[in-house]
């Protein structure tokens, strides 16, 4: 049930919202080219994305792109209430307040992933941002389009500086270019990453036990398996190839520790990247 809602347009379209929910309640967002940055002033929500449900508590946020239907958010508490702060993101007005370069946040990420939603952590940046909008939703008469566009400036910057940058330009790139990855394309453009199955698996928009299911359907094998066969089968062709120092070529193929790349290959190939590279080109 919705308590007390509030809400400024620019140029049209809902930009800024705070509302107040009491539980139990649901809150749908429409589908449409937009993204949507979320802050819980009090309370908590919870999200959920295929089978993985996300709880965002006080002071802490969630953006997220509504392109696709289903996205809603629910409440986390029964007899509770939660206050929230809604910046939506749409590429036509983004595109006219920049109407020479986009910032480097909304231009297209080379981060092949579907990735759709990404937790902020507790920001004191964002948090000071959030009171300079409670301040103009205190004062109405003090907002104009000016001030609006100011707003959704300073917003864009600061979450590009932010330790969770990268995933939202993900996001908001989609909003410009909206391009949907298959399965298959995400694994083989991070098969060579550092990337965790659990963050593969949000590359994919998908919960792990799904991605797990969904991998083991396509490729008959587990993610850890696989990728790390990928990546010895890599690190012995450049080894061959290649007069790279080892521990470069482990770095390269995803292996952040020496120790660990040794053992994996010469469990592998019955010998260690040194002998194999001896023995190999000796040949």
């Given at each position: 049930?919705?308590?007390?809602?509030?809400?400024?347009?620019?140029f049209?379209?809902?930009?800024?919202?705070?509302?107040?929910?009491?539980?139990?309640?649901?809150?749908?967002?429409?589908?449409t080219?937009?993204?949507?940055?979320?802050?819980?002033?009090?309370?908590?929500?919870?999200?959920?994305?295929?089978?993985?449900e996300?709880?965002?508590?006080?002071?802490?946020s969630?953006?997220?792109?509504?392109?696709?239907?289903?996205?809603?958010?629910?409440?986390?508490?029964?007899?509770?209430?939660?206050e929230?702060?809604?910046?939506?993101?749409?590429?036509?007005?983004?595109?006219?307040?920049?109407?020479?370069?986009l910032?480097?946040?909304?231009?297209?990420?080379?981060?092949?992933?579907?990735k759709?939603?990404?937790?902020?952590?507790?920001?004191?940046?964002?948090?000071?941002?959030?009171e300079?909008?409670l301040?103009?939703?205190?004062?109405?008469?003090?907002?104009?389009?000016?001030?609006?566009?100011?707003?959704?400036k300073?917003?864009?910057?600061?979450l590009?500086?932010?330790?969770?940058?990268e995933?939202?330009?993900?996001?908001?790139?989609?909003?410009f270019?909206?391009?949907?990855?298959?399965?298959?394309?995400?694994?083989?453009?991070?098969?060579?990453s550092?990337?965790?199955?659990?963050?593969?698996?949000?590359?994919?928009n998908?919960?792990?036990?799904?991605?797990?299911?969904e991998?083991?359907?396509?490729?008959?094998?587990?993610?850890a398996?696989?990728?790390?066969?990928?990546?010895?089968?890599?690190?012995?062709e450049?080894?061959?190839?290649?007069d790279?120092?080892?521990?470069?070529?482990?770095?390269?193929?995803?292996?952040?520790?020496?120790?660990?790349?040794?053992r994996?290959?010469?469990d592998?190939?019955?010998?260690?990247?040194?002998?194999?590279?001896?023995?190999?080109?000796?040949?």
């Amino acid at each position: 049930m919705v308590n007390d809602y509030k809400k400024y347009d620019l140029f049209g379209k809902t930009f800024m919202q705070k509302i107040e929910l009491k539980s139990p309640f649901r809150y749908d967002f429409p589908v449409t080219e937009q993204a949507c940055f979320l802050y819980v002033l009090q309370g908590e929500f919870r999200y959920q994305v295929d089978q993985q449900e996300r709880n965002i508590p006080a002071s802490y946020s969630l953006f997220l792109n509504c392109i696709s239907s289903g996205n809603q958010i629910r409440h986390a508490l029964p007899d509770s209430t939660c206050e929230i702060v809604i910046v939506t993101f749409y590429p036509d007005i983004l595109k006219k307040i920049y109407d020479r370069e986009l910032p480097l946040l909304l231009q297209a990420s080379k981060t092949v992933s579907n990735k759709s939603n990404e937790k902020i952590n507790n920001d004191f940046l964002i948090q000071k941002y959030i009171e300079g909008l409670l301040f103009y939703f205190e004062n109405p008469s003090l907002v104009n389009e000016d001030i609006l566009v100011l707003k959704l400036k300073e917003i864009i910057l600061l979450l590009s500086q932010t330790q969770n940058a990268e995933a939202v330009q993900v996001i908001l790139s989609q909003l410009f270019s909206p391009v949907t990855y298959t399965f298959k394309q995400i694994i083989e453009a991070n098969l060579f990453s550092q990337l965790t199955i659990e963050q593969l698996a949000e590359q994919n928009n998908l919960s792990l036990s799904s991605f797990k299911r969904e991998f083991a359907k396509l490729y008959n094998d587990t993610p850890a398996s696989y990728i790390k066969n990928k990546k010895l089968e890599k690190a012995a062709e450049l080894l061959l190839a290649s007069d790279q120092r080892i521990t470069e070529i482990a770095l390269n193929c995803g292996f952040n520790d020496l120790a660990n790349f040794t053992r994996s290959f010469s469990d592998k190939y019955q010998r260690t990247p040194r002998e194999y590279r001896h023995e190999l080109k000796a040949k």
